[in-house]
Every structure is written in structure tokens, then in C-alpha cells.
């Protein structure tokens, strides 16, 4: 049986709805049609794609590394047959959690301003990437060391890193803290696309428990609850605050890298544009 691009589209759809019953649904095909999908390209390749039972569902490593390679592959296919609009077609720009901070207005207006038939679409995915690396979106804003293969990556800025702890604890009573003051506290993790790991502490003094969230949403209700305390980035604090949460500058901690991120095999046209009025407003303080 040969591998076809729709094999592959299927594939993303397992992927993406964490099991074949809802992928049916999305594609709307049978149930036993997307399983015979998805048996046929683990025949092909050799390697067991996915863990799955009545009430399991979970990506194995090759399956993890084959989405990667199915998600460039069907992004490059949809760019080659949409070269003559590509500038018309909108970018896509992911992020995790708080776009471009206090620079997101400014580059949103200037950008409208500019280049008006070039739509720019804000997305915000709970992923590492942002949804970059599979093919959700066409660049990402990005924080924090970027390491899947096959992307592009550009500095924009660093952000201070700011202590996220609830607002009527003893903590917040100080105008700033350092990683020491919040070692004794539980250190709440986002782990799906979060940057704050045990690796910011040196390693005879970390943080004495973790407590692992899914995304930036349940991290923010966590703390408001006084569960623990966060490490975050300036912009964190300006695009999301919270009544139930004190945000203090950590002054021992390093700054945060904040990158645009992009596939090297199928850049949208735009990118270059991006990129400049990116390093524009941030060189102008953001000012729209």
C-alpha cells in the first residue's frame, strides 16, 4: 500500500484529537476507516505510532517524531500549491501564553496599517511551539530556549523574570524577591509549554516540591489559590494580571529569551516583514 498526503492529514488528526474516535468525527469517516489509516502507516514505517486501548490513548516517541514529519511535510504541500497568494493568505503567529507582551497592540495596529491585505492572525496554543512545529501556524512568538528541529529563530528582546505569588501572602509584601525566597514554597510548572524548570535554581538549593499544570490558565487559578508561587516573564505580569495574584520582580534570576520562530522548509512570504516590524517597535519601546 503506498503513503498518501491524505494518510498523512489523518494521521495529524489522530494526533491532534488525542484518538481515532474523535479524528473520525473531525474527518468525518468511520471509526474502523481511520484505524486502518493509522495500522497502514505503522506497516510502512516499521514502528508502533501510537499506545492505544478502549481508554488509552497516548503518542509513542517515533509517533511524536513522525507528527513533526508529517506536519512540515503537509504544511510544505499546501505553501506549493498557494505560491501565486502567498502574501495575500493570512500569518498565522502562535504563542503559549502572552504574545508579544506590551508590544502585541502596537504590532497588531502597525501591522494592519502596512500591510492590509496580509492579514495577521494571533493564535494562542498550549504547545511548546506553539503549534509551529505542527503546522498549526506559520511562525511563533516564543520564550525560553527553542529546541525541535527544523526551525528558524530570530531574537527579538529578553524580559526580567518577575516572581508570580498570591496577592495576600507575606511575600507580597516585598517589592522584590529573589529565587532563595521562593525555594521554601511549592514552585508551580507549566510543563506543556512553560520555561520555569529546577534548572533556574542551583542545584543545592531548588525549590523543596513542584506542582506540574497543563497551561497558563490553571498556572494563574493555582497561585491565585495560594497552591505555590511561579517564575514568569515581565510580559506575563502585563497581559495577564489577577486579583488573586502579586507580581514582583526576581532579581537573581536570568532574563528570558523571547524569539519569533519559523519552519525553514516553508517560510510564508511575510516572514521578512514580521521580523523587521518586530525589531522596529521593540527599538521604539512599543510605542504604536
Given at each position: 500500500m503506498?503513503i498518501?498526503?491524505?494518510?498523512?492529514?489523518?494521521?495529524?488528526?489522530?494526533?491532534e484529537e488525542?484518538?481515532?474516535?474523535r479524528?473520525?468525527?473531525r474527518?468525518?469517516?468511520?471509526?474502523?476507516s481511520?484505524?486502518r489509516t493509522?495500522a497502514?502507516?505503522?506497516?510502512?514505517l516499521?514502528?508502533r505510532?501510537?499506545d492505544r486501548?478502549?481508554?488509552h490513548?497516548v503518542?509513542t516517541?517515533e509517533?511524536?517524531a513522525?507528527?513533526?514529519?508529517?506536519?512540515?511535510?503537509?504544511?510544505?504541500?499546501?505553501?506549493?500549491?498557494?505560491t501565486?497568494r502567498?502574501?495575500?493568505r493570512?500569518?498565522?503567529?502562535?504563542h503559549?501564553?502572552?504574545?508579544?507582551?506590551?508590544y502585541?497592540?502596537?504590532?497588531?495596529?502597525?501591522?494592519?496599517?502596512?500591510?492590509?491585505?496580509?492579514?495577521?492572525?494571533l493564535?494562542r496554543?498550549?504547545d511548546?511551539?506553539?503549534?509551529?512545529a505542527?503546522?498549526?501556524v506559520?511562525a511563533a512568538l516564543?520564550?525560553?530556549p527553542v529546541e525541535a528541529?527544523g526551525?528558524?529563530?530570530e531574537l527579538?528582546?529578553?524580559?526580567?523574570r518577575m516572581?508570580?505569588v498570591?496577592?495576600?501572602g507575606?511575600l507580597?509584601?516585598?517589592?522584590t524577591?529573589?529565587?532563595?525566597d521562593?525555594?521554601?514554597?511549592p514552585?508551580m510548572v507549566n510543563?506543556?509549554?512553560g520555561?520555569?524548570?529546577?534548572?533556574?535554581w542551583?542545584?543545592?538549593?531548588?525549590p523543596?516540591t513542584?506542582?506540574?499544570?497543563?497551561?497558563?490558565?490553571?498556572?494563574?487559578t493555582?497561585?491565585a489559590?495560594?497552591?505555590?508561587?511561579?517564575?514568569t516573564?515581565?510580559?506575563?505580569?502585563?497581559?495577564h494580571?489577577?486579583p488573586?495574584?502579586?507580581?514582583?520582580?526576581l532579581t537573581?534570576?536570568?532574563p528570558?529569551?523571547v524569539?519569533?520562530?519559523w519552519?525553514?522548509d516553508?517560510?510564508?512570504a511575510?516572514?521578512?516583514?514580521l521580523?523587521?516590524?518586530?525589531?522596529?517597535i521593540?527599538?521604539?519601546?512599543?510605542?504604536?
Amino acid at each position: 500500500m503506498s503513503i498518501e498526503l491524505r494518510h498523512l492529514r489523518c494521521f495529524l488528526a489522530i494526533a491532534e484529537e488525542g484518538g481515532v474516535t474523535r479524528a473520525a468525527a473531525r474527518l468525518h469517516l468511520t471509526q474502523p476507516s481511520v484505524s486502518r489509516t493509522l495500522a497502514a502507516l505503522e506497516r510502512h514505517l516499521g514502528v508502533r505510532l501510537a499506545d492505544r486501548s478502549t481508554h488509552h490513548f497516548v503518542l509513542t516517541a517515533e509517533g511524536h517524531a513522525f507528527r513533526t514529519r508529517a506536519a512540515t511535510a503537509v504544511a510544505a504541500f499546501d505553501a506549493a500549491l498557494d505560491t501565486g497568494r502567498t502574501r495575500r493568505r493570512p500569518l498565522r503567529v502562535g504563542h503559549a501564553w502572552s504574545a508579544f507582551g506590551t508590544y502585541t497592540t502596537p504590532l497588531l495596529r502597525r501591522w494592519q496599517e502596512r500591510y492590509p491585505d496580509t492579514p495577521l492572525e494571533l493564535r494562542r496554543i498550549d504547545d511548546r511551539t506553539a503549534g509551529l512545529a505542527r503546522g498549526e501556524v506559520d511562525a511563533a512568538l516564543l520564550r525560553g530556549p527553542v529546541e525541535a528541529p527544523g526551525l528558524v529563530t530570530e531574537l527579538l528582546l529578553t524580559e526580567p523574570r518577575m516572581a508570580a505569588v498570591p496577592a495576600d501572602g507575606p511575600l507580597a509584601a516585598r517589592d522584590t524577591l529573589t529565587l532563595a525566597d521562593l525555594a521554601s514554597q511549592p514552585v508551580m510548572v507549566n510543563t506543556v509549554s512553560g520555561t520555569t524548570t529546577r534548572a533556574l535554581w542551583p542545584s543545592h538549593a531548588g525549590p523543596v516540591t513542584t506542582l506540574t499544570v497543563g497551561n497558563t490558565d490553571d498556572w494563574l487559578t493555582a497561585i491565585a489559590a495560594a497552591r505555590g508561587v511561579g517564575v514568569t516573564g515581565t510580559s506575563t505580569a502585563a497581559v495577564h494580571p489577577h486579583p488573586g495574584i502579586a507580581y514582583r520582580l526576581l532579581t537573581d534570576a536570568p532574563p528570558l529569551p523571547v524569539h519569533l520562530a519559523w519552519r525553514e522548509d516553508s517560510p510564508h512570504a511575510a516572514i521578512p516583514c514580521l521580523v523587521a516590524l518586530a525589531h522596529e517597535i521593540t527599538a521604539e519601546g512599543g510605542e504604536g
